[in-house]
């Protein structure tokens, strides 16, 4: 049986999705089946279906988008016991690490026993023209989608 993830983003200028598109990529050099879905859009049977989830948020005053939490809030309870969760953030300057914690708390909450893996990435400065992801970013988002592979596959041992 072929391993397969879900990918869930919750964005504000786009940079989110960007990121959640290349960490696919890593997750698809690492043999591992791949969805990358607005979380607005998301459904119990999409999170069901998936080994892996890797959710992320846009950073708004420090906290994850609502549609982050929001999400989690509709989830059963237990409904993510036995999967990996991973999480990443995509601030302007400040506050990912604080999402990150937030995301874990949510994951944690709805049953996932750790989460070991989250990234950060710097993106549209506040209050100036977007800044889309840089090419650096792009290549940390497909190792990190490439880790979390290597978890799965070490986890399945």
Excluded at 1 to 30: C, D, H, P, Q, R
Excluded at 57 to 74: G, N, P, Q, Y
Excluded at 109 to 136: D, M, N, Q, W
């Amino acid at each position: 049986m072929k391993v397969k993830s879900l990918i869930l983003y919750a964005s504000w200028t786009g940079n989110t999705k960007i990121v959640a598109e290349n960490i696919a990529k890593g997750l698809k050099k690492g043999k591992i089946g791949v969805e990358v879905k607005n979380i607005k859009r998301a459904e119990l049977k999409d999170v069901e279906s998936s080994d892996i989830l890797v959710i992320g948020s846009a950073t708004h005053i420090e906290k994850a988008l609502s549609s982050v939490k929001s999400f989690f809030e509709k989830l059963p309870e237990d409904a993510l016991k036995n999967k990996i969760g991973a999480s990443f953030a995509v601030h302007g300057g400040r506050g990912g690490e604080k999402v990150i914690k937030e995301i874990k708390r949510y994951f944690i909450e709805k049953g996932v026993k750790s989460v070991k893996l989250s990234l950060i990435i710097t993106a549209g400065v506040p209050f100036l023209p977007i800044r889309r992801p840089k090419e650096i970013d792009l290549k940390k988002c497909e190792d990190f989608g490439e880790k979390i592979a290597k978890q799965k596959k070490s986890a399945r041992r």
